[in-house]
């Protein structure tokens, strides 16, 4: 049996498998997917089964129900036969002849256990083990019984009438119970014969399943034996033998199966010689062909490699023109600028201005063209930096304002509540597209006003999707100008060419900037009405460890503001309300001052006023009284007006360093002065400091180009540098082995030995010297990305982008040297010493604006640094006696680390400078120190008699 289970489970595993595959598709897919021999199985198989597993279960089910029948026949009978054998000696109640009776009745089969009761149900007598089942509630009359799952208990009442059955007469009555008879019966022979009945009908059914399958795999085979020879003769067929023949397989079905597939092979094959035949020819054409094809394909690969090569003879030319532009480009603004200074009449003055604004157009354009050529070849990297989005819209618009102004044009910032701001991306170019799409606009608008709006259209939890969009009221496009409007060097309106200007570049290097970050841009417009550009971005959230902008010296403050243009006024209400200031709007001036001075004596007045003013709605003269007005009211105002007329309103106001702004206000700078106002401190004397002197830097400054030599050279030497100039890298090197240069200014591109070669060249002699690195910073008219790397794997550690201003120099000097360009008392004495006596001791507005607004750290750290300044003065002055330079650049590197988060100007200065020259082992790091020292004395009184 176990042979034929498991020959039957080997021979249907892949239909079954198939079948639990299959049962969600119905019963008719099911058996289209079985194959013949599953079929045959199945038909055969299934029926056999379920007829064999009924017949079965039912004589099976009739068997144990007959068993059952007689066990509980047998214990009723067995019950009746001792009930009058123990009549008598239940009467007699003797429990004796009772036990003998109970023991002779064990021998039955299946008597477990038998018991006698009195009349009263004590036990008399008992033989067996104890009784499984509990007792049978018997109501006294007849036979009851109690059934379990291992035996069944039988309980009958034994009557005075069953002495007569014994031959014991009893005169009393028939119907007096004299006691019980317990018995109890085990199923277990039962159930053992039952399981025998079984067995045998199991190994029945399982005997003819297995006869059945085996006839049924004869079947299959005589069936499956035939179709495995069509199905080779088919393969054959499709692999190309087309001169297989079936031969005759003994079924006239499949016979006439096996004879169209062989008409149907002596087809094909006929079809074959014929197309072969055809395919032949056609060869031959094609091999003609494809003769004239290789030759084009030369011709076409000769002409790609001509286009590549002239793809990268046009870089190279752009690069190279970037260089050979920019190059007398810095000359014309440098000297333009050194000019400017000089005694020139006005209108020396305003040629200059034409010269330095024509200058700075062409250097726009060759921007523009550069950014596009790198934009095509793929070599824009954009960077990935925290930047702040209102400060970036209102920095752009601060820097496009006299160019709106002078057109009379308003200018307002709208970005709304639910925006975040702090955010990742890089800020240089949205910047860059966002200038471009406001310079457009204000080209293009000839009244009105242009509004930049930022809101957010989704969030998660760390991005955000940002749309901004510039709107203008200028002359609108037309449909056919929107087609072609990011098309590279088209514009707007050929007709308003000559008067914009431009390159036609800009919206195309806008477009392809904001796609190249994930995002889209697109335009709306109206002839006659106006356009608006929109951007839609999705960006990373920045983490905002700090408040965007401290509430402490504003926070339940009011204001007053007075603004005439509608955006305007509510872009100004909502950067006093970002603030932390309660703002009150007024239509007119007059209206302000009354509500200032109905006010006054509430507990929270007015303290505040902004004023948005211009000259066609109210003049200097008007304004500088009513200003005066609201000061004698206790009111401190700000006024904003267009950067075209600042200067007229300067000398209205008392004190318009601090009262005047130019439109549009920066939430900042806004901020900022509000509680400058407000918080003013006095001034305070501080004690006289005696000044201390450092030496000039001593720069070398390599350069091919004289123009560019002699600009670089007059801006230091005029900041009080001791400048040596040079044309070539190999005239640097012989002045490095010479001279001990604090920094070196290298140019990139110099005929013979380059920028980068001579930086390397002095690097290896450095090292073979064991001399300190000195620092060289590049000057390069290169603005491609992968040129800083470049320059810095050479062993540069700066670089400078042509053209340069004194303001770069003096930052890259103090950067990389620690000593400051303050620029010497005369040009006649370039080595005068100089003094860093003009940085404050304490500056206590420096020191709350590193403290975040927070006065109570700032004096926190101001503490701290007093209470360890004198142990670190110790230190510092025992290892510079002993000239422990390692032990000297910790101290004060750690001194350094301290300064930066207090107010105290000249003893950072003194710091860096120190560390600085005892990191390049200059000799002068001694002369460094003994300033140190003097600076630490100088805020140790300074703390002393605040």
């Not at 401190?681 to 004690?687: A, D, E, K, M, T």
Request: with cysteine.
């Amino acid at each position: 049996m176990r042979t034929i289970l498991h020959r039957r489970r080997s021979l249907v595993p892949r239909e079954s498998r198939r079948i639990a595959h299959t049962t969600e598709r119905g019963p008719i897919i099911v058996l289209t997917d079985l194959g013949i021999k599953g079929r045959v199985l199945l038909l055969t198989l299934l029926p056999t089964s379920l007829l064999a597993l009924m017949l079965g279960g039912y004589f099976t089910w009739m068997q144990l129900s007959d068993l059952q029948s007689q066990l509980l026949q047998r214990g009723q009978m067995i019950a009746e036969q001792l009930a009058p054998l123990a009549a008598a000696s239940l009467a007699r109640r003797d429990s004796a002849q009772l036990e003998r009776i109970a023991d002779d009745a064990l021998e039955n089969p299946d008597v477990r256990a038998v018991s006698f009761l009195g009349s009263d149900r004590a036990r008399l007598a008992h033989a067996g083990p104890g009784m499984l089942n509990l007792m049978p509630d018997g109501d006294g009359n007849r036979l009851s019984l109690n059934s379990g799952n291992d035996a069944t208990r039988f309980l009958l009442p034994v009557f005075n009438r069953h002495r007569a059955l014994a031959g014991d007469v009893d005169p009393t009555g028939d119907e007096r119970l004299l006691g019980w008879v317990e018995v109890e019966l085990s199923h277990q022979g039962t159930l053992l014969r039952g399981y025998r009945s079984l067995l045998a009908s199991l190994l029945l059914i399982v005997t003819g399943l297995g006869v059945t399958a085996l006839l049924a795999l004869r079947m299959g085979r005589t069936i499956n034996e035939p179709l495995l020879l069509i199905r080779q003769a088919v393969a054959q067929l499709k692999d190309g033998h087309l001169e297989t023949r079936l031969p005759p397989l003994r079924s006239r079905e499949l016979d006439q199966v096996a004879e169209g597939i062989n008409s149907m092979a002596q087809s094909l094959q006929n079809a074959r010689e014929e197309l072969q035949h055809s395919i032949d020819q056609a060869t031959e054409d094609v091999r003609q062909n494809l003769e004239t094809i290789e030759i084009q394909n030369i011709e076409l690969d000769l002409a790609r490699k001509e286009a590549i090569e002239a793809s990268r003879i046009k870089s190279e030319f752009l690069a190279n023109m970037s260089h050979e532009i920019r190059t007398p480009l810095n000359g014309i603004l440098g000297f333009t600028n050194l000019l400017q200074k000089s005694e020139l009449t006005s209108r020396q003055h305003d040629y200059l201005g034409t010269i330095e604004k024509s200058a700075e157009n062409l250097l726009g354009i060759i921007n523009e063209i550069l950014d596009f050529s790198k934009i095509e070849a793929g070599k824009l990297m954009l960077e990935n930096l925290p930047f702040n989005l209102r400060d970036l819209l209102q920095d752009t618009l601060t820097i496009l304002a006299p160019a709106a102004h002078a057109k009379q044009l308003e200018l307002v910032s709208l970005v709304y509540r639910d925006t975040p701001l702090a955010l990742v991306g890089d800020p240089l170019r949205l910047k860059q597209v966002m200038t471009n799409l406001v310079n457009n606009a204000i080209k293009f608008t000839r009244e009105g006003c242009i509004v930049i709006r930022a809101m957010l259209e989704e969030e998660s939890d760390d991005r955000a999707q940002l749309r901004i969009s510039v709107q203008d009221t200028g002359i609108g496009l037309a449909e056919d100008e929107l087609r072609a409007l990011f098309q590279a060097f088209s514009q707007a309106d050929n007709s308003l060419n000559r008067q914009a200007g431009g390159t036609g570049l800009g919206l195309v290097i806008s477009k392809r900037l904001i796609e190249q970050m994930g995002g889209e841009i697109g335009v709306d417009s109206t002839p006659g009405e106006g356009s608006e550009f929109w951007v839609s971005l999705t960006l990373p959230k920045a983490r905002d460890d700090a408040d965007d902008l401290p509430r402490a010296p504003l926070a339940g403050r009011r204001v007053a503001i007075l603004e005439g243009h509608e955006l305007a006024r509510q872009a100004l209400r909502h950067q006093l309300e970002d603030c932390g200031l309660e703002v009150l709007e007024f239509p007119v001036l007059d209206d302000l001052i009354d509500a200032v001075a109905g006010q006054r004596d509430t507990p929270r007045p007015i303290n505040l006023a902004v004023l948005g003013v211009n000259l066609k709605d109210l003049p200097p003269e008007p304004l500088s009284q009513q200003v005066h007005a609201l000061e004698s009211l206790g009111c401190k105002a700000l006024v904003l007006c267009p950067t075209t007329e600042q200067m007229l309103y300067h000398d209205a106001l008392p004190d318009a360093d601090s009262q005047l702004q130019a439109k549009p206000s920066c939430t900042r700078k806004l901020h900022r002065a509000l509680g400058d106002l407000l918080n003013a401190p006095p001034p305070r004397l501080l004690p006289s400091i005696a000044p201390s002197n450092s030496r000039p830097p001593r720069l070398l400054c390599v350069d091919d180009n004289p123009a560019n030599l002699l600009l670089v050279q007059t801006l230091l030497s005029d900041l009080g540098a001791e400048v040596v100039a040079l044309d070539n890298g190999e005239a640097a090197l012989k002045a490095v082995a010479r001279t001990r240069f604090d920094l070196i200014f290298m140019d990139v591109q110099m005929p013979g030995m380059d920028g980068r070669q001579t930086t390397e060249a002095i690097r290896a002699w450095e090292t073979e010297h064991q001399q300190g690195q000195v620092p060289i910073v590049a000057l390069t008219a290169h603005a491609l990305a992968h040129e800083k790397r470049i320059l810095l794997r050479s062993g540069m550690d700066d670089y400078l982008t042509k053209p340069i201003n004194e303001r770069q120099l003096s930052q890259v000097v103090l950067k990389w040297t620690g000593l400051s360009l303050l620029g010497s008392a005369a040009r006649g004495e370039p080595h005068a010493p100089r003094s860093n006596s003009t940085l404050p001791v304490l500056d206590a507005e420096e020191g709350l604006r590193l403290a975040a607004g927070k006065a109570d750290l700032a004096a926190d750290m101001l503490r701290m640094l007093l209470e360890s300044l004198e142990v670190d003065r110790q230190a510092i002055r025992q290892a510079r006696e002993s000239w422990e330079r390692t032990a000297l650049i910790e101290r004060v590197h750690r001194l350094n680390g301290a300064t930066r988060y207090c107010g105290v100007p000249q003893l950072r200065d003194a710091c860096q400078r120190s560390e600085t020259l005892l990191k390049q082992d200059d000799p002068g790091a001694a002369a460094a120190l003994g300033e140190l020292d003097a600076a630490i004395e100088r805020l140790l009184d300074a703390a002393a008699t605040a």
